[in-house]
Every structure is written in structure tokens, then in C-alpha cells.
């Protein structure tokens, strides 16, 4: 099942909570709960159910002396398949900046069009 599949069938709560932890990056179980305004045993439901889906982990960990979960967003499987026209990656891509005028960006953004049709 595709990541936009599990995040469908999520609750509103588990979405909500997807969305935390996606946005900071990952947090502790004992502030998630708390930014969420739910109960802690909602909150654990909520992680478990996150983590058993496949969305973010969950590891033990010790937060103002008191044992807890930090919960991260679980990397995906990034489709570099966006980044290509062809066999070119898009010039977007690096330290350099890139001029829009050029020939290679021109270049790539008609191999993008040839390969959609």
C-alpha cells in the first residue's frame, strides 16, 4: 500500500498527529500528546497506530528524567523519477545556481516534454 493510501484511511487524530510530527521534524510522546490536546492514552493510540502503519518510528528514549517515545517521521521512498527528463537530471538540482535562459535548462525541460507524449 502507497504512503497517500495509509494516510487515507487515517483517522482525523491520526492525521493530526501525522502532521505534527512531519512539521517538528519529530517530538517527544510526552509533548505530542499535550500539543494535540488529547489524553496520553490517546496519544499512545495515536503513535502506535502511526508507527504500526509504517508512517513515522517510535523509540525509546529518557525526556526530563522520565522514560518516553520521540517520535520521528519515517523516511519515504523518494520517487527520483521527478527530478528526470530523460536520462538528464533537472538543473535545479545542486549547489549552483541556474540560469532559466540556458541551453541546458532548455535542453531538459524538451526532453520532459518529448516524454510525456
Not at 518516553?68 to 521527478?82: G, S, V
Request: charged share 30%; proline share 3%.
Amino acid at each position: 500500500m502507497s504512503v497517500s493510501e495509509l494516510e487515507s484511511e487515517l483517522s482525523a487524530d491520526e492525521r493530526a498527529g501525522l502532521e505534527l510530527i512531519r512539521e517538528t521534524g519529530g517530538i517527544h510522546q510526552s509533548d505530542f500528546w499535550k500539543e494535540l490536546d488529547v489524553s496520553s492514552r490517546k496519544g499512545s493510540r495515536i503513535a502506535e497506530a502511526l508507527q504500526e502503519s509504517g508512517l513515522i518510528q517510535r523509540e525509546n528514549t529518557v525526556y526530563d528524567g522520565h522514560n518516553t517515545y520521540y517520535l520521528e517521521p519515517a523516511p519515504r521512498d523518494l520517487d527520483f523519477a521527478l527530478l528526470m527528463a530523460g536520462d538528464m537530471l533537472s538543473p535545479f538540482i545542486g549547489e549552483e545556481e541556474i540560469d532559466p535562459q540556458s541551453d541546458a535548462f532548455s535542453q531538459w525541460l524538451m526532453n520532459l516534454a518529448y516524454e510525456e507524449y
